[in-house]
């Protein structure tokens, strides 16, 4: 799961660095002739900016916008056009991360359940040199996030959010829990965990939806951001658990057959000193014997010169 955070934070890092670099770009082209940028043209000249926002401005200081790449936008304050959505804009997607129902399955080959998905609106933005308080911006509403949560398979009810670091307000949700989430983490103990370290994980209650997840968490580098994946404990353990009951198997197979060894050296054991001991009798009895036959012999004898002597005497 620290993986998977990882991989998501370094693909809205390079969303937002493409944005930035975008913006930097239409900044120096504006103060080398603000009058030749038309939004239009630049628009089809960055393809890659524009699979990352939605929207592309120039504004005044009264925030007022001038330029921008939806027509009806002109003349609307900036996020007028999102004024409807104040809790996020609620989607689905297929399975597989995107909106096209005739696209890709899910790896299993059967088609899963639509994932819910909610944006909060958030604007990049950067000063002109001139006029004064003139403003060019972008809106970042990443759909990668959405599609790398699809392929993570994270099980049942989970949940990935890019969480804003500085406020503790969630900008996006993917998951069950977009449905009605709690946006304010500021004053939750995650929030607080994030805060502290730049990647982690933490076992406890979701703020978002109040259930009880295993959360893995990394910091977007250079950014106030962090992406939170999060998923029940019971399916992140399922793979421990199964390498627990192998390591337990194993273990057990490995105790019996120390069992089976040492019981075959004891025996074997028993047998040798049950076997010396045996040659040990017979040893001692083979002497005995061969003494007791030297002293039948040596009987003998003196009873044969008994029976001469007797037989002289008489």
């Known amino acids: ?7 998501m934070a370094e693909t809205i890092g390079h969303e937002l660095l493409m944005i930035d670099q975008s913006l930097t770009i239409l900044q120096a082209a504006w103060k080398a002739d603000s009058g030749s940028v038309s939004l239009d043209k630049w628009q089809k000249q960055m393809p890659a900016l524009t699979a990352v926002t939605d929207d592309l401005f120039i504004c005044d200081d009264k925030h007022i916008i001038r330029q921008d790449i939806l ?9 007028a056009a999102y004024v409807g959505f104040p809790h996020g804009s609620l989607e689905q997607y297929e399975s597989d991360g995107t909106k096209d129902k005739d696209s890709l399955l899910l790896q299993s080959g059967v088609a899963g359940e639509p994932i819910d998905a909610r944006q909060f609106l958030m604007y990049i933005v950067r000063p002109l040199d001139h006029p004064k308080g003139w403003l060019i911006g972008a809106s970042y509403r990443s759909t990668e996030l959405t599609k790398l949560f699809a392929q993570a398979a994270l099980g049942f009810d989970p949940v990935v959010a890019l969480v804003d670091t500085r406020h503790g307000v969630v900008q996006a949700v993917v998951g069950p829990a977009a449905r009605r989430p709690k946006t304010d983490l500021s004053k939750s103990p995650l929030f607080d965990v994030m805060t502290r370290s730049a990647s982690g994980i933490w076992i406890g209650t979701t703020a978002i939806d109040g259930v009880e997840r295993l959360h893995a968490f990394h910091r977007v580098a250079g950014r106030d951001m962090v992406v939170m994946v999060a998923a029940s404990l019971a399916e992140v353990m399922v793979p421990a658990d199964n390498l627990a009951a192998g390591a337990r198997a194993l273990a057990f197979v490995a105790t019996a057959l120390v069992l089976a060894i040492g019981g075959l050296v004891l025996w074997e054991l028993y047998t040798i000193r049950a076997q010396n001991r045996r040659t040990r009798i017979f040893n001692r009895n083979r002497g005995e014997l061969e003494r007791l036959r030297a002293e039948e012999a040596g009987n003998t004898a003196r009873a044969r010169l008994n029976a001469v002597r007797l037989q002289v005497v008489l």
């Open 71 to 79: 027509p009806a936008a002109v003349g609307q304050g900036v996020g």
């Open 1 to 7: 799961m620290q993986g998977q955070a990882a991989v």
